[in-house]
């Protein structure tokens, strides 16, 4: 194992020396990796192969096309009249309830505190730390989620 490692980090280091200087060792690894990120052909439905530029687009683009388009669209109340329900009429209305201060407060005490929360870049554990100041203000935004269905 030790080394495996030893020569991975020679590799790595080899890399950073040589990479600099543009050598025809850099210009491989360019090509190869060029070679490797590029798509030569594929085969069209009748399993012709084509190389053409034009006919791959044409090709992945029909295949993404077919993947992504219902081939029979129907309506999704047909669909959603069809599904048998999995809970309980007392769980459905108890998940019609609105949401309460406590409930969100549960939540928040029962995370990991050094996790981040997201794109503001405060941790759980500020949250839990600082509840009774953020406390009504996270409530509110909660709320509003569950009311509106967007966080604002």
Known sequence: MEEKMFWKQKSRVQWLNEREKNTSFFHSKMVTRRRQNHIRGLEDWDEVWMEREADIHRIAGSYLNDIFTSCHPTSILKIVGSVEPCITE??????????TPEEVFEIVKHMNPSKSLGLDSFTRGFFQHYWQVVGDDVFKLVKSFFSLGTLT
């Open 90 to 99: 007392a769980e459905g209305t108890n998940l019609l309830l609105p949401v």
